[in-house]
């Protein structure tokens, strides 16, 4: 498996404060993203990250910022939660080449009371 | 734009059936196609990539097909085991994806099969 942690696994918190997940990977690997799952909508594709510091937005990336100062970690911040923002967070990796698979970690399910 | 459509949502077998799961993506102009199992509660596991040249892809009771010119692509599972039971996604990269591997994912097909 490739060596991808997400932290917290599990986070319930409430609408209005702020929270940060994080994702680090030992793979050296110079992509990384942040999906969410809902139920219905398969996987959504938040931010993307193509080096230290390169961000980029994906498709439902309103309320999400992220940042990425080393290689190894990329981190998903929620300024301030709303309950729409429950759901399940993925992060992934890649490099771009010959296999283009993309490695997923185990996920962080977020409650927002 | 580029969707991604799955069906069935959800499908149950008796062990030992041959099943097929269909996936649909509305444009042709894809770099590849790949398929992916998703146990409860954990990531995705990626099954197999078909690259856009290519009609095909196997990996042991496993085969993915790919049909550019129909928008199709589909996952053949021989003789399946209750160990199959699981989500299969399939998402396609979108040919002018820009210089990262973007993937556009269907909602998923949940197989149980029950001995």
């Known amino acids: ?8 696994r599990h986070k319930v918190t409430e609408t209005g404060t702020p929270v940060t997940l994080r994702c680090h990977q030992t793979e050296n690997h110079r992509y990384m993203y942040w999906y969410r799952q809902d139920p ?4 959504r594709l938040i931010h993307y990250s193509y080096g230290v510091k390169d961000t980029d937005k994906g498709e439902v990336s309103d309320g999400y910022s992220v940042s990425r100062s080393k290689t190894e970690d990329f981190l998903l911040t929620l300024e ?12 992934a990796i890649s490099e771009v080449g010959d ?5 997923f970690g185990p996920g962080t ?5 | 734009k580029q969707e991604v459509t799955q069906i069935p949502a959800a499908l149950s077998v008796p062990e030992g059936e041959n099943l097929v799961l269909n996936c649909s993506f509305t444009d042709s102009a894809i770099y590849n196609l790949q398929w992916f199992r ?8 990626s099954l197999l990539l078909i690259q856009s040249s290519q009609r095909e892809q196997t990996s042991g009771r496993l085969n993915a097909s790919l049909d550019k010119s129909s928008g199709r692509s589909t996952l053949y599972i021989a003789a399946s085991q209750p160990g ?3 989500t299969y996604l399939c998402a396609g990269r979108p040919f002018f994806s820009g210089g990262y591997n973007k993937l556009i994912f269907g909602a998923g097909t949940r197989l149980a099969v029950h001995p």
């Open chain 1, 1 to 8: 498996d490739a060596g991808i942690t997400q932290s917290p």
């Open chain 1, 40 to 43: 219905g909508h398969g996987l």
């Open chain 1, 80 to 91: 301030s939660a709303t309950s729409s923002q429950t759901s399940v967070y993925f992060c």
């Open chain 1, 99 to 103: 296999t283009d698979t993309q490695y």
């Open chain 1, 109 to 113: 399910r977020l409650t927002v009371l």
């Open chain 2, 38 to 45: 998703q146990d409860p509660g954990k990531g995705l596991t």
């Open chain 2, 84 to 86: 199959d039971s699981a």
